[in-house]
């Protein structure tokens, strides 16, 4: 993939005048920089934690820094998570996902409502002047990451789609967490 990766940005690497200063705990940083391998940028919040206490998804400015856009608002930090909506892709999810929002009138208009709440809430971060959101909403499925990240950050119902992704992934925090003082599992 080219351009930002999940997680690019780092509040502490913010600058002077940076527009997205980030209060995220340095806890959660350590933690989601274990999570992914590399240190994370562009952080502005933790959207959901994993039963264990760990980030499972953080909230990105809508732009870094250096005024890249970056590609989602919420982004999965925990490794078993991603791995799973991974498979689901491998296994052609997406595709089935999209042909049923052509077929199901009622599926299809509760994604188009996912997809204006969060364009919505990246817009109280900031308005890019775009009315593309991510994971291919409202009217094709595009990242199953995408979409399980929005489902957990804003509660069941919202994504609908993302929904089921998380549930298809199931217990995942069963084994313990992910990544323990600092280091992953």
């Not at 509040?11 to 940076?18: K, L």
């Not at 997205?20 to 959207?47: C, F, K, Y």
Request: with cysteine.
């Amino acid at each position: 993939m080219s351009g930002p990766q999940p997680g690019d940005s780092h509040p502490s690497d913010s600058q002077p005048g940076d527009s997205h200063p980030s209060e995220v705990d340095p806890g959660d940083l350590t933690a989601v920089a274990a999570q992914l391998g590399r240190p994370p940028r562009g952080v502005v919040a933790v959207a959901h934690r994993c039963p264990c206490g760990n980030p499972t998804v953080v909230t990105t400015a809508p732009r870094l820094a250096d005024g890249t856009p970056f590609p989602t608002l919420y982004y999965l930090t925990c490794r078993r998570l991603t791995v799973g909506a991974s498979r689901q892709e491998a296994d052609g999810v997406m595709r089935s996902m999209t042909e049923r929002l052509r077929r199901d009138p009622e599926l299809a208009q509760a994604q188009r409502g996912a997809h204006h709440r969060y364009l919505a809430e990246r817009n109280r971060i900031e308005d890019l002047g775009t009315t593309v959101s991510a994971g291919g909403m409202p009217d094709r499925v595009k990242c199953l990451h995408v979409l399980a990240a929005h489902a957990l950050a804003c509660g069941d119902g919202v994504n609908p789609l993302g929904d089921e992704v998380v549930a298809a992934i199931g217990q995942w925090w069963r084994s313990g967490p992910c990544v323990l003082s600092g280091r992953p599992d």
